[in-house]
């Protein structure tokens, strides 16, 4: 018997092309189930801190997980992640709607509206912002000339240390324009009034979506699009012709295309490079090496079509998963499944296995997925999700890369179907570079491409420089360092350093191991 979906459905597929029906059908069949789940899990409270149901079962020692960590849990994360110095992450978002706020017990009423959005950090109607204001005011330093360097200033002002008599002081002042804690008195903001405003419209900015967050409105920018069709060709030349090409809600207001950028910039991200159809090619950024090396990955990512389908007959040979390893992971690791199904749906002939790799992968989602223990199958005690997409699956791996690269677990690395990608790795960051330094050379060592990005162009440049130091001649640069299509529109804020504010994935660029190619030279005989 049909479902009540289908009948729901049926006169509206009537009214569609031929072809148009056929793909429907098509992807309803493969899909059906995993849209289904989907929308009953997709929506949860802004402000819920209900604790997520996920079921588990063990194959052969690893942990496989069905159902996604709710994402109410992972909205907690996002207004503290500048806080984290430059070597953090980022984390996303939830979103509700009217049956969900009201089965939850939640009133439906948004509890700001969009035009009251800007309070004070300090006298805001939101607990957890209160709670940042006060985190700021006993970390953060007063930037003023008249103080000594503050010990966690990370912005690349110059400071005259001798004309700073004083001893550095916590920030005590909130703007009236911004309502954040920059500096410690009116008078030494007053001073500096001029140099604020360089910063003023991005901190209220930053405020106003802060408190979006929170308000409990209906986030509807995260219902993501669905599969593409076989003959609709998808426009990455920026945030706006993706988003229509690959039919998404309109998205007419700039806060909620913030909002839905900082989660979405990171498969974007991945997927803007590895493309067939990527923005950066031979005439943007894009090196002859770089050429080389992405085009391997493009030929597994884009096979033809082979006429293959679900009978005996129609059976096909097919190629092994694409393994993209995010090492360093943090809270990218977090973020929905539903936003990195979007990378699937890029590739949909084509298999991928995300592989999250690092000490920080499953920080704060204990209670989501306790970590199964390491046995002699399940060495690094990997916890698997391979029921994300149909032709994707997600691992999450606890440790360094480094640790598991010597035990040739992930051996061999074949060009074609392994890529690196570093989300922030903070590679010349004086707090964690020394995490990297036995790490980049067994990542050489793979051939494979390595993705990097960072949260500013100065952030960028660090981790360029230490890669040219420590490596020198030994890589070959694939991507010119600039900034990144599909960044974050969305600004961060340094809870450590108000005055450092960045985006997510904001610049990008790629490496590789250098290859030595054999070359025979005409007077040589070859025995």
């Known amino acids: 018997m049909a479902r009540p979906a289908d009948r729901a459905v049926r006169p509206a597929l009537s009214k569609l092309c031929s072809q148009c029906s056929t793909f429907t059908a098509r992807q309803s ?12 899990r997709s929506v949860s409270s802004i402000r819920g801190a209900q604790s997520s149901s996920s079921s588990s079962s063990q194959v052969g020692g690893i942990t496989r997980t069905i159902s996604r960590p709710t994402q109410a849990s992972i909205t907690s994360k996002l207004p503290s992640v500048a806080a984290q110095s430059r070597t953090k992450a980022s984390s996303s978002t939830s979103f509700a709607t009217n049956e969900d706020l009201a089965g939850s017990g939640i009133p439906s009423k948004p509890i700001l509206e969009q035009d009251n959005l800007f309070h004070s950090f300090t006298n805001s109607p939101i607990p957890k912002i209160r709670q940042r204001a006060a985190f700021i005011r006993q970390h953060a330093s007063c930037p003023h000339h008249s103080h000594r360097p503050g010990q966690f200033s990370e912005t690349h002002r110059q400071v005259d240390t001798e004309s700073g008599s004083q001893p550095p002081k916590h920030v005590d002042f909130e703007c009236p324009d911004c309502g954040i804690p920059v500096y410690c008195s009116e008078q030494h903001w007053m001073d500096d009034y001029e140099k604020h405003l360089e910063i003023c419209d991005t901190l209220r900015q930053i405020n106003e979506d802060d408190h ?12 993501y699009a669905g599969p593409q069709m076989d003959d609709a060709m998808v426009n990455m030349t920026n945030w706006d012709t993706f988003m229509y090409t690959r039919q998404f809600e309109a998205v007419n207001d700039d806060r909620c295309m913030r909002q839905a950028t900082r989660l979405l910039t990171y498969p974007l991200t991945i997927g803007s490079v590895l493309h067939e159809l990527s923005p950066y090619h031979i005439r ?10 992405f085009t391997a990955l493009r030929y597994t ?5 082979t006429g293959g389908n679900e009978s005996i007959k129609g059976l096909r040979p097919e190629a092994p998963p694409v393994r993209v390893f995010i090492l360093g992971a943090r809270a ?7 936003a990195w199904v979007q990378l699937a749906h890029l590739f949909p002939l084509s298999r991928l296995h995300l592989i999250f790799i690092g000490p920080e992968s499953m920080m704060n989602r204990d209670d989501e997925f306790p970590l199964p223990p390491r046995t002699p199958e399940n060495p690094y005690g990997a916890l698997v ?11 999450t791996i606890v440790d360094y890369y480094h640790t598991i690269h010597k035990t040739g677990y992930f051996a061999p690395h074949d060009p074609y179907f392994d890529c690196f990608v570093l989300f922030h790795p903070g590679l010349g960051h004086p707090a964690s570079s020394h995490e990297w330094e036995e790490t980049l050379p067994m990542l050489l060592e793979t051939k494979a491409p390595i993705i990097a990005t960072g949260y500013t162009q100065a952030d960028m440049e660090r981790d360029v ?4 130091k420590k490596a020198k001649g030994e890589f070959d640069i694939l991507m010119e360092p600039g900034e990144n299509i599909f960044r974050s529109l969305r600004w961060d804020l340094n809870d450590l350093d108000p005055q450092d504010v960045s985006a997510g994935n904001w610049g990008v660029w790629a490496f590789r191991g250098k290859r030595y190619e054999a070359t025979v030279k005409d007077n040589v005989i070859a025995v």
Do not use: C
């Open 29 to 40: 069949r493969q899909s059906a189930a995993f849209l289904q789940s989907a929308q009953q």
């Open 212 to 223: 979006d967050l929170h308000s409990g409105r209906h986030f509807y920018e995260f219902n």
């Open 284 to 293: 943007n950024r894009l090196t002859v090496e770089g050429l080389k090396s």
């Open 301 to 305: 990512l884009h096979p033809p079509k």
């Open 332 to 338: 990218e690791s977090s973020l929905p499944r539903d």
């Open 385 to 395: 999700e391979d029921r994300v997409w149909p032709t994707m699956k997600i691992s």
């Open 465 to 468: 420089e230490w890669v040219n």
